[in-house]
């Protein structure tokens, strides 16, 4: 049996709640039609007034934090985060350790730096970077003495 997962990103859920936003405030502008008094007299619904002031206030926020959500990154970062976890599955030994690496210092590391952190010689890490480059998860670019190796 195969089991399915619902990702739901940043962005599916502003929609959601900008979504909602909509629905509210279309109710509550129609409530508040509904509510004028045919007399001139003091209307009994006027009590009600402070609680459609706190469901503009909700609708307001609710797309306030719908906007928020759709502008935010985190939804990008999930999902690269996720296929590096796909990629670092797909590696050998060595590659592993040294994209994990990159990844773990945010998806940029100088090269000697990588050498450090990883033990590994310098003729290795140059030797999988080579590989990690054929393949397209990496890419070097020269900084003074040393290589800035950036996640693709």
Same mark, same amino acid.
Do not use: A
């Given at each position: 049996m195969r089991r399915f997962e619902i990702h739901m990103g940043s962005k599916f859920i502003g929609l959601i709640l900008l979504g909602?936003?909509?629905?509210? $405030?279309?109710?509550?502008?129609?409530?508040?039609?509904?509510?004028?008094?045919?007399?001139?007299?003091?209307?009994?619904?006027?009590?009600?007034?402070?609680?459609?002031?706190?469901g503009f206030t909700a609708v307001l926020v609710l797309g306030v934090l719908?906007?928020?959500?759709?502008?935010?990154k985190q939804s990008k970062k999930?999902?690269?985060?996720?296929?590096?976890?796909?990629?670092?599955?797909?590696?050998?030994?060595?590659?592993?350790?040294?994209?994990?690496?990159?990844?773990?210092? $945010?998806?940029?590391?100088?090269?000697?730096?990588?050498?450090?952190k990883t033990k590994l010689s310098k003729v290795k890490v140059s030797r999988v970077l080579d590989n990690l480059e054929v393949k397209n998860l990496v890419e070097r670019r020269r900084r003074g003495m040393g290589n800035l190796i950036i996640l693709k």
């Open positions: 909602l936003c909509v629905v509210f $405030g279309i109710m509550l502008i129609y409530l508040m039609n509904e509510m004028k008094c045919i007399h001139d007299d003091i209307c009994p619904l006027e009590r009600s007034l402070p609680i459609m002031y706190m719908g906007i928020f959500m759709l502008t935010s999930i999902e690269r985060v996720d296929d590096w976890k796909k990629v670092l599955k797909k590696l050998k030994s060595d590659e592993r350790i040294i994209y994990e690496t990159i990844v773990n210092s $945010g998806g940029t590391i100088l090269q000697n730096e990588l050498v450090e």
